[in-house]
């Protein structure tokens, strides 16, 4: 699936279908999943069928599929650029920055 070119709600029901998939590969059903995450099976449902959830449903519906580790691969973890890491020496960035204004007169073609 081509997630730019998706809806969002295609998105989500393509995560639910994955779910599902994954849940059906792993032979359990809705009412296993419900019982080892406290969730109602209803939630599970919906969640499988619309993609509806909470984030906290989808981290708890993942544990229950031993799936949490697909999260990295999902969205990897990823350190500054070497360069980067050269301009801060050593700090850690706290917050992202403002575009900076060009002065006036100027232009960036000028630079």
């Known amino acids: 699936m081509s997630f730019y070119s998706a809806t969002d709600q295609a998105v989500l029901q393509d995560l639910g279908r994955r779910i599902r998939q994954r849940r059906l590969d792993r032979n359990l059903s ?4 419900a019982e080892r995450t406290g969730l109602d099976r209803t ?5 499988e ?3 509806r959830a909470t984030l906290m449903t989808f981290v708890q519906v993942l544990r229950a599929l031993d799936a949490l580790e697909e999260l990295d691969g999902f969205l990897p973890e990823l350190g500054p650029s070497p360069l980067e890491l050269a301009r801060r ?4 960035r706290q917050r992202a ?6 002065r006036p007169g100027t232009s960036r073609e000028d630079s």
């Open 49 to 51: 069928r619309e993609g």
């Open 43 to 47: 939630t599970i449902g919906a969640l």
């Open 30 to 33: 809705q009412q296993d999943i």
């Open 97 to 102: 920055s403002r575009p900076r204004a060009s």
């Open 89 to 92: 020496r050593g700090r850690v």
